[in-house]
């Protein structure tokens, strides 16, 4: 038999027990935040109806499906949350409270090509909200981001939110360029998505590409580009058209910002169009403001996404907020947190022989909501106490045949040393702080 390989497939990850750590403190602070945001968590199944994410703008998420054939059902992984989002706010829509605050912590999975901040699963906290067309819900949005990446330690330069809006891309296009054909404007913003990545050149290179879904003239593929290069508010509210809310709309949000006390940490970004097709409005990316990973989060409105599966048209803002790039900026800026077992006590019997009177000082400490590590088996006292000392473990309880004997437990506080009897009757420990 060929040996087994020990590693996971490739860009997936084990788990041990100091990554877990980590992951449950980061999924501890995105349920903190929202919470203090009044959503409410749900979660969808992560094998999803295929269709669901069969989309034709030529979105690389849609290549990288992880998908199958079961019993006639062409199923997938889910490699975003958002469309299961929708069809479950679809599937209660006249049931539910609007405007609705949803967020999920959920594993997705794309089938990536891997590099710095990529891998074919991660983890993603998403926050959306339904029924709500004004630009208030993009500014809670942005100010739970920032509320996040205040709690989870980094400075507040570390980060900066850049946003656009697709409006004032698509106003100008459909006066101009893509008067008659308004269908290429959402395959377009996918190739212009990738401008950081390859450069402008090879982006005007594939909006002019005659087999490409854009298949624009050079000039106008050149003046499509040039717009992106706007990162001033002013100017490109000064550029919008007239008949477009998108200025105004942009305008708002940063008033709104303003009061929450966060419009030093955004700007604006005519090159952020988002590489999912069902971005209409405002869009967003956090960055860290070295410019070293890619996007740590990426949201915007998206109120076609429910007309375009099939049902009534419902506004829609929301984000996504990955568990890669995140951990890869804290520990860039050495903001990892240390996080050490969490064990109170450890109860150690000497001998098999005291070992129900060790199973009772445990049950006991249990009961009353210590974290207990009952020693198995019977190792050195030296060991059990060096162990216990790297676990910054409280107290020990040891229990030799005399102390059995006498109807007691040795008490030993790990930092100060200091020893004392307990009697076995009636022990009755204090509950866990
Ligand atoms: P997205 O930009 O594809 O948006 O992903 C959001 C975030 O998830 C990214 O900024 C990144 O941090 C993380 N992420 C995505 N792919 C990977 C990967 N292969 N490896 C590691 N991290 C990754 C969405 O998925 C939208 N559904 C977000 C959304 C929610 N829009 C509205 N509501």
């Given at each position: 038999m060929s040996k087994q390989n020990l590693k996971p497939p490739r860009g997936t990850r084990d788990l041990f027990p100091e990554d877990q750590r980590f992951r449950e403190w980061l999924f501890g602070h995105f349920r903190e935040v929202a919470a203090r945001f009044g959503f409410e968590e749900v979660d969808a199944p992560i094998v999803e109806h295929a269709e669901l994410f069969m989309r034709k703008a030529g979105e690389e998420i849609v290549d990288q499906l992880y998908h199958f054939e079961l019993h006639g059902r062409h199923l997938a992984l889910r490699p975003e949350m958002t469309p299961s989002i929708a069809r479950m706010v679809m599937a209660r829509a006249g049931g539910l409270r609007m405007p609705l605050r949803w967020f999920t912590v959920t594993q997705n999975w794309r089938y990536e090509r891997m590099?710095?901040?990529?891998?074919?699963e991660h983890y993603q906290w998403n926050m959306d909200i339904y029924g709500e067309p004004g630009v208030t819900a993009e500014a809670e949005l942005i100010a739970a981001i920032t509320s996040l990446v205040d709690a989870v330690g980094?400075?507040?330069?570390?980060v900066k939110i850049r946003i656009n809006s697709r409006s004032l891309l698509e106003a100008s296009l459909r006066a101009g360029v893509l008067k008659d054909r308004p269908e290429a404007f959402e395959p377009l913003c996918v190739v212009i998505d990738k401008i950081d990545k390859v450069g402008a050149e090879t982006v005007t290179d594939m909006l002019v590409d005659p087999a490409g879904a854009v298949g624009l003239d050079a000039a106008s593929a050149r003046d499509v580009v040039a717009m992106l290069e706007v990162k001033n508010l002013e100017d490109a509210v000064a550029a919008a058209p007239s008949d477009s809310t998108a200025g105004s709309d942009l305008l708002r949000l940063w008033s709104l910002l303003a009061a929450y006390g966060v419009d030093d940490r955004v700007v604006f970004d005519a090159s952020v169009v988002r590489g999912l097709a069902y971005y209409a409005g405002i869009v967003f990316e956090a960055f860290d403001t070295r410019g070293a990973l890619r996007a740590i989060c990426g949201g915007g409105r998206y109120d076609r996404l429910t007309e375009a599966l099939g049902g009534p048209s419902i506004p829609a803002a929301g984000f996504g907020f990955g568990d890669v790039v995140i951990a890869e900026l804290l520990s860039d800026m050495g903001k990892l947190p240390e996080l050490a077992r969490e064990v109170d006590d450890v109860v150690f019997a000497f001998e098999e022989a005291q070992r129900p009177a060790a199973i009772e000082v445990a049950t006991r400490l249990r009961a009353a909501g210590h974290r207990v590590e009952l020693v198995l088996g019977t190792p050195k006292l030296k060991r059990v106490i060096s162990d216990a000392d790297k676990d910054g473990v409280a107290t020990l309880w040891l229990l030799g045949p005399d102390e059995v004997e006498r109807g007691v437990v040795m008490r030993r506080r790990l930092e100060t040393g200091e020893q004392s009897e307990v009697a076995l009757a009636g022990f009755d420990p204090e509950p866990r702080a």
């Open positions: 590099t710095r901040g990529r891998k074919r980094l400075e507040r330069d570390h």
